[in-house]
Structure formats: C-alpha cells, structure tokens
C-alpha cells in the first residue's frame, strides 16, 4: 500500500468550493450516524456505532487517502479574531494548542472541530477550509479541547480560560461569549458541549485544582444559565453531605466534568462521569466515600436534579477518574429487555449498571496486573484496599495515576455484542509527600515501576468478560474506535497507525502509516454516495474513501 505521506502534496491540489453548512435537524442526534456525524460520539448513545457499510471487509483493503487538513493555530491570515483582553500569546508549537482531540461533526456537508482557542470549518468532500476562528485568550491549561457541539446554525465551544464561545456555523462569526469559570482560580476548560433539545450541558476541566465541579445547562439562544449542578455538596445538609468529614473539604473537592456524557431520550436522563476528588492522592483530610466524585451519575436535563448515582472508585486515592464515556446499550439480560448503561473504567474495572436506576448488573476486571482492590461488594462497588494507599515508604500499585483506561472514546457494536476499549498493565510507586492534616494539590508522588503492555479489549457486555484482545507491540495508552455495520472496528496503535480490525476476532484486515498517531476516536459519514473514514492524528485531518 502506498505511503500517504506520499500523497501530501497530492491531497491539496484542485479542491473544489465549499458551501456553507446548514441547519442541524435535532433527530440525527438520536440515530446512529449515517450521513452526519452530529455530536461528540455520533449519536446520544455514545456507542460510536455507523449502520453504513459501502466500506467493509471485503473491500476495506482499497481504501485510499482522499484529502489532508493540517491545521494552523493562532492569529492566521483571515482568521476571525475574538476574545477577551489576552495575556502575551502562547506558542503556537505549543502540542496541546495543535493536537486534534477533538471529534470533528460532520453536518450537512461541512466538518466543524476545535483545539485550544481554534474552531474551523472545512468541507467535507474536499478539506478545503471555509473559516477559522481564533479565541484571544486570558490563559489556562492548553492541554487539549475535545470538539463542538451544535444547535440549528450555532456552533458552541469552551475555551482553556473558560469562557462559552458561541459562533454562526455559516461564516465563523461570533454570536457571543460568556464566562463559566474564573482562569484565576485555576479552572480549565476543555470538553465539547452536549446539546440536549434547548439546554447546552458544558462542564469544566482540571486536575489537582481544589475547587468543585460542576455541571451547568445555558441557553442556545441566548446564553443564559438554565441550571447547575455541583459534583459535591457545598455545604452541611447538601446530598451526599455525610461522604465528606467538613465543610472544608467538600468545597475543595474536585470532582471536575470534563469529557462529555451521553443521554436517554425516554428517561429525559443527561449520564456523565465525574472526575477525581482533592487532594489527590491522598485523602487523610477527607476520610468517606466523597460523593459525587469518581461517580457515574443521571441528571435530569430539564432540572439539574440528580436521579441516581454510582460510584465506581469510593474514596479514590490514585486520580482514577470516572469522566470515561458511559455508553447506553438497549440488551437482553436473563431474557429480559434492559436499559443498560456500560462503562469501561479507569480504575480497571467495567461496569454494566441498570440506566433507569444506577442499580449494578456486572463488574468485572479488564486487566490482570490490578492489585488495588480487596475484591466487589454486593452493590458492584470495588473494596479499595487501604494498604494501596501512598505511604512515606512507598507503596506498589496497578493501574498507576494513567489508569487502566482514560478519556479515549470507546465503541459498542450491537452486531457483535462487544465493547470495545484500549486498556494498559502497568505498576507505579506511590510516595506520601504532604503530611500536613491539610494537604493540597496531589499530596503524593508517583514513579513508575513496571509496564507489561497496553491491549485493545473486545469484552462482552453482558459478563465483563474478554472475549479476545490484541497486545499491541509498541505502546503506552488507548486510542479512540469506532465500530460500523460493514464489520469493522477502527482505531489506532501508538506507532502512527490508522488500523481496521475484525470486530468479531481481532483480526487485522487493513493499515494505514499517518505522520502521527490518533489522537481521537475516527469517524464516518456518507456523503454524495461516497462513505468517508476521517481520522485526526496529531495536528491534521485524514479522510480515506473507497475510489470510485
């Protein structure tokens, strides 16, 4: 197979003229994708499932580059220009500023994506840019910005300084800005917004940032806050209260929002997963279970009430987070129909739960070098061991800080009945560093004691169990899949690879050499009878097609 970068030069002559998008019919979002990619994973399910197959497996191995966007950040010849009073610029060599970790939507023809201060337009037939946009911005961490959301001709994305960026799909133009965190306090925003009906759910970014997340709901139109909901109770007397010792640790809890969620039509339900509590590795200063952090929760997006909550890691202690997607599957469980809600999670364990109420149906492990845990208790819950918690001395546990999975985009097939996930089998020390009865920040340290593989994981959703799994050679994380009705399961490996694999088996049916490695999940759409596979790596767009 020819190299593409090869065809660089090739992929940029004769584009023709791009149109401007159009508005967005709100019912794509609630179907699989097919000739739009509307949202963050393509549908409300979160699945990352297409019902296309024009490309399949018997003629996937013809698929051939049709088009390369490398983008150029910052302030770039008729770039639209908007923002705040800035800080001196930040380098535009800055990775996070370049790297595409976003999921492009695909609406009416036209691409619409994001990084830090950047969103475009390009057409999809040709990748030739209609717009960009460049933020100015106050500062934040330019860590990475996962996409935009849409409603009828309005684009929506957040900004490093935490602002919500409204522009005109058709041109670029900003409608207008608003602030939802203060930079100054350490906030940093990077998720792509939800749009659910007239309600824009957005949520923030962070790490070791002693402030509370929060989730809030504003208006499409206008930009006003509809409603907000706080990962943690502020105050005495507040949900999930008797999970925090005081009041002080409550409010510098954490429990940040930062990778999007997915939701139930039927149940009116928005389902996210929350981030890890503060300080983060260490929780002498906030002995409980530390609701709602770690937590997958169901909140109504009308209200912003809470409906249920689990928590896959109480009382976490090693930043495993549990802002992974939860993907909705409607299945069969003891012969009975279920609404099922599956998660892949970063402390190493799935989790299957019962979408109506939060009730547990499965958890099992999906990788054999975990040691952090006592074993399940009847809730579904895992039991953390206290002896894995980080000591003076130091103290050998697995999966470290990066988990055994992260914020990569899983897929579900319904064909196959697997989930799909990229998992790692690693170890790290664990070294208490902070004392004091107050620590901040991490309060630990950790350093890195053995790496045995990372694995892409086929688990039935059912069980929890591994129905095969492909290690691969070189590696440190997961990468983003995507799953079609052609019987194909595409992802990438660490070594720059775009590979398309038997979702049945694991079997490697095609590959393609990128100039870097995916830094998102890929995905599909039909357009002018032509399926397209679109695949950010690094700093650029790659679409592939079949030629006709």
């Not at 399926?531 to 679409?543: R, T």
Request: charged share 15%.
């Amino acid at each position: 197979m020819k190299s593409i970068r090869l065809l660089l030069t090739l992929a940029s002559v004769v584009l023709p003229a791009a149109l401007p998008g159009q508005m967005l019919d709100p019912a794509l979002l609630s179907k699989p994708a097919t000739d739009a990619w509307p949202t963050y994973n393509g549908d409300y399910s979160g699945r990352r499932f297409s019902t296309l197959k024009q490309i399949n497996q018997q003629n996937v191995k013809q698929l051939s580059l049709s088009w390369i966007f490398r983008v150029k950040v910052g302030p770039t010849p008729g770039a639209i220009i908007g923002g705040v009073e800035a800080m001196p610029e930040i380098p535009s060599t800055d990775p996070g500023i370049s790297t595409i970790k976003a999921t492009p939507l695909m609406v009416n023809g036209v691409l619409y994506f994001s990084t830090p201060d950047n969103a475009w337009a390009v057409d999809a037939r040709s990748g030739r840019e209609i717009w960009h946009y460049y933020w100015k911005t106050k500062g934040g961490i330019h860590i990475g910005n996962r996409g935009v959301g849409m409603y009828g001709n309005w684009l929506f994305f957040e900004t490093p300084d935490n602002y919500l960026v409204s522009l005109d799909a058709r041109t670029g133009k900003e409608r207008w800005h608003l602030e939802i965190a203060d930079v100054k306090q350490e906030y940093f925003s990077t998720p792509a917004p939800i749009i659910v009906g007239n309600h824009g759910l957005v949520g923030t970014g962070g790490d070791s940032l002693d402030v509370p997340g929060f989730l809030e709901s504003h208006d499409p139109e206008t930009g006003a806050i509809q409603w907000k909901w706080w990962s943690e109770p502020l105050k005495k007397g507040d949900p999930g209260w008797e999970t925090w010792p005081d009041e002080y640790s409550m409010r510098h809890g954490g429990g940040m929002t930062w990778v999007p969620g997915t939701y139930d039509p039927e149940l009116h339900l928005y389902y996210l997963g929350t981030g890890n509590p503060n300080p983060v590795l260490t929780g002498k200063s906030r002995q409980g279970d530390n609701l709602y952090t770690c937590s997958i929760v169901a909140i109504n997006v009308d209200t912003g009430k809470l409906a249920w909550h689990f928590q896959p890691s109480p009382h976490d202690t090693h930043d495993w987070d549990a802002a992974q997607t939860p993907i909705l599957i409607d299945g069969v469980i003891d012969g009975q129909p279920r609404k099922l809600l599956a998660q892949a999670n970063r402390n190493g364990y799935f989790f299957l739960l019962d979408r109506t109420n939060g009730k547990n149906i499965a958890t099992a492990p999906m990788i054999k070098t975990m040691n952090w845990s006592k074993g399940v208790a009847p809730s579904g819950q895992p039991i953390p061991d206290p002896g894995k918690e980080a000591t003076i001395e130091g103290v050998l546990v697995s999966p470290n800080t990066g988990g055994a999975t992260n914020w990569p985009p899983p897929s579900f097939d319904p064909e196959t009945g697997l989930f799909y996930v990229g998992t790692v089998e690693n170890f790290s020390m664990f070294y208490l560093t902070d004392t004091d009865p107050h620590p901040e920040g991490w309060g630990a340290a950790e350093r890195d004691a053995g790496y045995f593989g990372a694995y892409l994981n086929a688990i039935d959703y059912k069980t929890g169990k591994i129905a095969w799994r492909h290690k691969w050679v070189f590696g440190w994380g997961p990468v983003g899949m995507l799953t079609t009705a052609g019987k194909l399961l595409f992802t990438g490996d660490n070594s720059q690879n775009l590979i398309a694999f038997d979702p049945a088996n694991g079997d490697i049916l095609w590959h393609a050499g990128l100039a870097d490695s995916l830094s998102n999940g890929p995905i599909t759409y039909m357009l002018d009878g032509q399926q397209y596979l679109i695949a950010g790596a690094g700093d650029s767009l790659y679409a592939f097609a079949i030629q006709q």
